[in-house]
């Protein structure tokens, strides 16, 4: 018979795909690789294990199943690019803060630097002690 995708069966049984998944993991509900390795269910499968299953459903034939399959990755991997777009747009404005944020650190920091300059007595005034006087924050 027919194979579907995954996501294709849970809507044919009326079931969540992550309850597909675990059926799978348990054994109940075996699969098959189709093309590029997806894991494909065999309707009969489906059948077997949802004996409720509606059976104008299943008799669909399998070109227009595989149509609804592409489409909706299609429209699932759009949806994940606009989402992705969405969350590197707001990362480059939380980089973009975070350098702010630092370039304003390091003027703070040439300000404090600059006021111990000031505060070195008048007789040390001497080119050995200009260069300490900028890092000795770093010893106390």
């Known amino acids: 018979m ?3 995708s995954i996501s294709e069966a849970a809507r044919l049984a009326g079931k969540s795909r992550t309850t597909l ?3 799978i993991k348990t054994g109940e509900l075996s699969v098959s690789t189709g093309e ?5 269910i065999d309707i009969s ?4 294990v949802f004996p409720d299953l509606k059976l104008s459903t299943v008799g669909q034939p399998i070109d227009q199943v ?5 489409t909706g990755d299609v429209t699932g991997r ?3 690019n606009d989402r992705l777009k969405q969350e ?5 404005t939380l980089v973009s803060s975070q350098q702010s944020h630092i370039d304003s650190l390091k003027h703070a920091m040439l300000l404090i630097e600059h006021k111990q300059q000031l505060e070195i007595p008048p007789q040390e005034t001497t080119a050995a002690t ?3 006087s900028r890092w000795v924050f770093w010893r106390k």
């Open 2 to 4: 027919a194979k579907v």
């Open 21 to 23: 998944h675990r059926l």
């Open 36 to 40: 590029r390795n997806a894991k494909m």
């Open 45 to 48: 499968e489906l059948v077997r």
């Open 66 to 70: 595989n149509e609804q399959c592409v």
């Open 78 to 80: 759009e949806h994940e």
């Open 88 to 92: 590197i747009e707001h990362l480059k």
């Open 130 to 132: 200009k260069f300490r």
